[in-house]
């Protein structure tokens, strides 16, 4: 104790303590609370909407590669996960014919008025062939078929210059229409609506042609959370998305190979995500990924780390009923 200490009275010295010690108290009991999962934790309740949404109901259809088809079970809500549809080549080393619908544009826009949607949502997770490769022709014709369409992805990649706009120009369409938010898209952390769904951008650790960041969705449709992981490797991150927005269904890369994660590092995403349901995609297509086998393997690797994650394997074309 100094001299300066010693001049305050004990009764003073002793007050202050106490004070002190309350307020490390309450700082201390704050700290653990944000260090705690669930419901103690900030980001507990999921920031991404609520808690983990129950009672949902999804169509989902798998068509090659790393793209799919999302609807309710009505089909007034459809979005789909990227845009390589007539050109998909990942349907031949299943040997499954393409669906006629999938084969050109113009039965494409036909078999979508078809559903009578009340609101299509095409998102886009980066600009590789695989994933884009008729993202273009298939909204002029969506838009030229009279079907409410928009889309969405990483906002620098939708209305920068040196972006995607003169390739909207180029086709015919106003990205400040097409695009949501006024053509402005999503950044990471951001929202886009459409219709009654619900995105949000979230990071893929991946390449873009145009130099913007690569990137995943977290979808709300049909009352449930879909994670669209677009391509990807495992990052640590996952965790936060998963503790975030809590996701119910996973749309997950497992390819391998050059470019993404493959099916045992796929299956950790999952857990770290925190899903209940997941569909391995994005394998198949050509020879620089894994083939058939990849969706059987992730099934395995899941049921090793996280058996109670539901997974369905599918082939192209094919679709399931997905619920919470």
């Not at 303590?17 to 700082?27: E, F």
């Not at 983990?52 to 009505?74: F, H, I, N, Q």
């Not at 969405?152 to 400040?176: C, E, H, I, T």
Request: aromatic content about 8%.
């Amino acid at each position: 104790m100094t001299k300066e200490e010693r001049r305050i009275p004990r009764s003073m010295r002793q007050g202050r303590r106490r004070i002190l010690q309350g307020i490390l108290a309450v700082g201390g009991a704050a700290a653990l609370g944000g260090c705690a999962t669930g419901g103690g934790s900030p980001l507990g309740a999921g920031t991404g909407g609520s808690a983990r949404l129950s009672g949902g109901r999804v169509s989902v259809r798998w068509l090659g590669g790393g793209v799919v088809e999302l609807a309710t079970p009505d089909n007034k809500q459809m979005a789909y996960g990227d845009a390589w549809f007539w050109n998909n080549a990942g349907w031949s080393r299943f040997n499954v014919q393409k669906a006629p619908e999938y084969a050109s544009k113009e039965a494409f826009a036909q078999y979508v008025r078809g559903k009578n949607p009340e609101a299509v949502f095409m998102l886009l997770t980066h600009d590789h062939g695989d994933h884009m490769g008729d993202y273009f022709e298939a909204l002029k014709e969506l838009v030229d078929a009279g079907v409410p369409v928009m889309t969405a992805g990483q906002s620098d990649l939708m209305r920068a210059p040196n972006g995607l706009v003169p390739d909207f120009k180029k086709a015919g369409l106003d990205n400040a229409k097409i695009v949501v938010n006024g053509g402005s898209g999503i950044n990471f952390g951001g929202t886009g609506r459409y219709g009654a769904m619900t995105a949000r951008l979230v990071p893929a650790v991946h390449s873009n042609f145009h130099m913007f960041p690569a990137a995943g969705f977290i979808l709300e449709i049909g009352g449930m959370r879909v994670y669209i992981s677009g391509d990807t490797d495992l990052y640590g991150d996952m965790k936060l998305v998963g503790q975030r927005y809590q996701p119910n269904l996973a749309l997950i890369c497992v390819g391998g190979g050059p470019n993404t994660m493959d099916p045992a590092e796929a299956a950790v995403a999952c857990q770290w995500l925190g899903v209940q349901h997941a569909i391995p995609v994005h394998y198949a297509h050509n020879a620089a990924v894994l083939g058939v086998q990849a969706g059987e393997d992730f099934r395995k690797a899941m049921a090793q780390i996280a058996p109670a994650v539901q997974v369905t394997v599918m082939t192209p074309g094919e679709t399931r009923m997905i619920q919470t």
